[in-house]
């Protein structure tokens, strides 16, 4: 069982550049969420989706996008990266609601230069 | 400000049990606490979560406060693996609101 993959792993981008990272589950979780972790903070929401097909937007959601066609996949996307997005980017999935536990991804580190 | 109040770090000696509290003064009745544990270079992973009862389970035990505005994290016997940054977390609808952390060292 894999859980919750995101891809790529690292990467280090150009500001300017338009960047897509990606995050697939097999756990059937109907909700999907991002987050981003600075150095030294805790994690911040950027975007949500409690099912396919809809999306939320979080704490800081500007100057990214979501989108949720199926269920099993979640890519958040920066239209033009900028040196404030440099992060640690985490995805997770729950069966929704406020009591379930959220299954967090490996990260993706982010670097824009 | 939504989010959760928590020391930055506290130390425990190996096999005692550990304390961690959290503060969450604007916590309303249908939001629930949640704590997660993140070990360097992983992403965080589930520890508990309550709303108004105190909870036990095999990692840990949260004993939450009768008016609700703050919690304990009770791990009953410390071990090496439980070094780690611990976070107190507010849930308000499926939205989590992260604090920073405490950072636990255990020492051997």
């Known amino acids: 069982i894999a859980g919750i993959t995101q891809a790529p792993t690292s990467q280090i981008l150009a500001a300017g550049r338009r960047m897509t990272l990606r995050c697939t589950q097999d756990m059937r979780h109907n909700a999907m969420y991002w987050y981003r972790q600075d150095l030294g903070l805790g994690l911040r929401l950027i975007h949500y989706s409690n099912t396919a097909g809809t999306t939320g937007k979080g704490e800081v959601p500007d100057g990214y996008s979501v989108s949720r066609a199926n269920t099993d996949d979640f890519p958040l996307t920066l239209a033009s990266a900028v040196p404030s997005q440099t992060s640690v980017y985490f995805c997770?999935?729950?069966?929704?609601?406020?009591?379930?536990?959220?299954?967090f991804g490996p990260g993706t580190r982010l670097t824009v230069l | 400000d939504a989010k959760t109040t928590q020391p930055n770090s506290m130390e425990s000696n190996e096999e005692e049990p550990v304390h961690l509290p959290c503060n969450h003064s604007t916590i309303s009745g249908t939001d629930y606490i949640h704590w997660y544990r993140q070990l360097p270079s992983q992403g965080p992973e589930y520890v508990i979560h309550?709303?108004?009862s105190n909870v036990n389970n095999r990692m840990a035990s949260l004993a939450i406060a009768e008016d609700r505005k703050s919690s304990t994290l009770i791990l009953h016997r410390a071990t090496l693996r439980d070094a780690a940054v611990y976070y107190c977390i507010k849930t308000t609808g499926n939205q989590f609101y992260f604090g920073t952390g405490t950072s636990l060292t255990v020492i051997p």
């Open positions: 309550g709303l108004t």
């Open positions: 997770a999935s729950s069966d929704g609601g406020p009591y379930n536990e959220q299954f």
